[in-house]
């Protein structure tokens, strides 16, 4: 019993690491959503000849100008797609520990409910192992399917938004995370009750 809390102990320290991974691609993704909100924005006031004032005269200018706001919005576009690939592998690898979780449980087999429940002092039980593992997983693959809904709908709309969708875009993406990190801290406390590792 203790041999395999200590190797849910190890999937939990790896399953940590990608957390914190988690908050940086979204610091990343949220950087980039606002650098393509402004580019929407502004090719709105680009398309409108009276904000060229004395430069309207040059042959062009508006197209180019246009051109080269196109240009970059492709490039943070691709740079979103980039971004959600990662957070895309993040809810992989979790879905792969909680597979690889109940696959120890049992070794092999499905474990028993005295076996899930069993305590060693304050150590966990390996149902409160699995089951945060569990809900983990569940948190970010939601957060995941709410964050690929906004991407789509930004690249959707890119061209005939409003400042109003952008606007609820950016504050959607900005409310996030869904996750609570009082919650997982929760989790992690449990699983590393007394700092068994």
Same mark, same amino acid.
């Given at each position: 019993?203790?041999?395999?809390?200590?190797?849910?102990?190890?999937?939990?320290?790896?399953?940590?690491?990608?957390?914190?991974?988690?908050?940086?691609l979204?610091?990343?993704?949220?950087?980039?959503?606002?650098? /393509?909100?402004?580019?929407i924005?502004?090719?709105?006031?680009?398309?409108?000849?009276?904000?060229?004032?004395?430069?309207?005269?040059?042959?062009?200018?508006?197209?180019?100008?246009?051109?080269?706001?196109?240009? /970059?919005?492709?490039?943070?576009?691709?740079?979103?797609?980039?971004?959600?690939?990662?957070?895309?592998?993040?809810?992989?690898?979790?879905?792969?520990m909680?597979?690889?979780?109940?696959?120890? /449980?049992?070794?092999?087999?499905?474990?028993?409910?005295?076996?899930?429940?069993?305590?060693?002092?304050?150590?966990?039980?390996?149902?409160?192992?699995?089951?945060?593992?569990?809900?983990?997983?569940?948190?970010?693959?939601?957060?995941?399917?709410?964050?690929v809904?906004?991407?789509?709908?930004?690249?959707?709309?890119?061209?005939?938004?409003?400042?109003?969708?952008?606007? /609820?875009?950016?504050?959607?993406?900005?409310?996030?995370?869904?996750?609570?990190?009082?919650?997982?801290?929760?989790?992690?406390?449990?699983?590393?009750?007394?700092?068994?590792?």
């Amino acid at each position: 019993m203790e041999g395999i809390l200590k190797k849910y102990q190890q999937k939990f320290k790896k399953v940590r690491q990608e957390m914190d991974n988690w908050e940086t691609l979204q610091s990343r993704l949220i950087s980039q959503f606002s650098n /393509a909100s402004s580019i929407i924005e502004r090719v709105q006031v680009i398309g409108d000849k009276k904000n060229y004032g004395c430069l309207k005269g040059i042959d062009g200018i508006e197209e180019a100008v246009l051109q080269n706001q196109m240009e /970059a919005l492709e490039t943070i576009l691709l740079s979103i797609k980039y971004t959600m690939e990662d957070f895309h592998s993040i809810v992989l690898f979790l879905e792969k520990m909680v597979k690889e979780s109940k696959h120890l /449980a049992g070794g092999g087999s499905q474990p028993s409910t005295k076996q899930l429940q069993q305590r060693t002092g304050i150590k966990p039980r390996l149902s409160d192992c699995l089951d945060g593992l569990a809900i983990l997983q569940e948190m970010h693959y939601s957060e995941y399917l709410l964050k690929v809904s906004v991407v789509s709908a930004l690249s959707k709309i890119a061209l005939k938004s409003s400042s109003k969708d952008l606007g /609820a875009l950016r504050q959607l993406l900005f409310d996030q995370p869904n996750i609570p990190k009082d919650e997982v801290q929760l989790i992690y406390d449990i699983i590393f009750a007394e700092d068994i590792c």
